[in-house]
């Protein structure tokens, strides 16, 4: 599924237009975007938890010619499921 079918099903199950429904799509997205810039967490209970995690400094090796590379540390976002969202994947 891709953001515009994202739109419309969310349009469709809450009875929206697509466009509050996109709004309401890149308002969430905006949203923890910019709660994880601000290193907090957002944590939706059954569903799951968006956080922002941290990558060590490591020398690395360029495939091609085989020298070692220096690559710097780095935040990353991580997303971990929840209960909820885990027990519906696996659901038979």
Not at 44 to 58: D, E, M
Request: aromatic fraction near 4%; charge should be positive.
């Amino acid at each position: 599924m891709n953001k515009s079918e994202l739109i419309e099903a969310l349009a469709a199950k809450c009875d929206l237009s697509k466009a509050a429904a996109a709004r309401a799509v890149d308002g969430l997205t905006e949203i923890v975007t910019e709660t994880l810039v601000a290193g907090d967490t957002v944590s939706l209970i059954g569903f799951g938890n968006f956080s922002v995690g941290t990558r060590a400094a490591r020398i690395g090796r360029n495939p091609k010619t085989g020298a070692e590379l220096k690559i710097a540390a780095s935040k990353t976002p991580k997303f971990s499921a929840g209960a909820k969202l885990k027990a519906a994947v696996n659901a038979k």
